[in-house]
């Protein structure tokens, strides 16, 4: 058994991540969908979700492994109930794949308002595969908001200019443009490695999301000092891009094991950029 699987095991369930924990941050080893209506209505800034995709991933349950209509059905009330737990100008993203990305998209966009639809490429290296359509190598997510007054913050994710570009575009014309001086749009295609199994940030979880993107999510649409809301936490990597970044959060994850990994990440974490200080943080809430 692994270090981080005898930590599981000495943890009692609905107990994981209370302990030892950045200020801000909460763990919670419980069903999100059993304790949605426990949370106040209008009370967090983002809500990043990595659900399971309905493709018969092992997370240690039976999560994933429903019909094509019964884990839409499930998905689609799940996001019914936790639409309104965000604020006016709060955001929802969602991972899904292209399976049933259609139909997820279209339910949402019935009930907020569609931002983006972003193709995350895995960088999968190309080694045989299926002879009998494309391989498919990406993740779909959709960016969806409340209203037309979300919170966004491109200057936050821009991507800076190498010198060689930066020179070559430093024409008089484009002098004191931001763009220039502080980056370019991040753009709707994502090019990001997903973690493979030597990768030094890897941890035990099928699914395990690169913190690269996470990370541009949590400081384009939660405002510094807000909080983020995720409903399956599984390694706890939106966990850690709120802690470094000085956002509050509250996380679900129903498996002890993922919980108890989630909280060795933020144990080993160096102090966040901006320590969350509940005395002067004026809305700062525990749930």
């Not at 399971?52 to 019964?70: I, Q, R």
């Not at 019914?80 to 997820?104: D, H, M, N, V």
């Not at 490695?193 to 030094?200: K, N």
Request: aromatic share 10%; with cysteine.
């Amino acid at each position: 058994m692994s270090s981080r699987s005898i930590a599981a095991a000495a943890i009692a369930p609905g107990e994981a991540g209370l302990f030892d924990l950045p200020p801000g941050i909460e763990l919670r080893n419980r069903d999100f969908t059993a304790e949605i209506e426990a949370l106040p209505d209008a009370s967090f800034d983002l809500i990043l979700s990595d659900p399971p995709y309905g493709l018969g991933k092992d997370y240690g349950n039976d999560s994933d492994k429903l019909s094509a209509d019964a884990h839409l059905a499930w998905t689609y009330d799940w996001l019914e109930r936790c639409i309104p737990k965000l604020k006016a100008s709060g955001s929802l993203y969602i991972f899904c794949t292209w399976q049933y990305a259609p139909e997820i998209f279209c339910f949402l966009k019935r009930h907020m308002l569609m931002i983006n639809e972003i193709v995350w490429d895995r960088r999968v290296p190309s080694m045989g595969g299926t002879t009998r359509r494309f391989t498919s190598v990406h993740d779909n997510i959709g960016l969806f908001a409340v209203s037309r007054d979300y919170y966004f913050d491109l200057d936050a994710v821009r991507i800076p200019y190498d010198a060689v570009t930066k020179k070559a575009r430093s024409r008089k014309l484009f002098e004191g443009s931001k763009w220039l001086e502080l980056g370019y749009n991040p753009k709707d295609l994502w090019s990001v490695s997903r973690l493979h199994r030597q990768h030094a940030e890897r941890v035990e979880h099928p699914t395990q999301k690169p913190l690269e993107i996470v990370e541009r999510m949590v400081l384009a649409s939660c405002p510094p000092g807000g909080q983020v809301l995720d409903p399956f936490m599984g390694s706890g990597t939106t966990a850690v891009a709120c802690a470094k970044h000085g956002r509050r959060f509250v996380g679900y994850e129903i498996n002890p094991e993922y919980c108890a990994v989630a909280r060795q990440r933020l144990t080993e974490l160096q102090a966040p950029t901006r320590p969350l200080d509940p005395e002067k943080d004026s809305d700062y809430v525990s749930y």
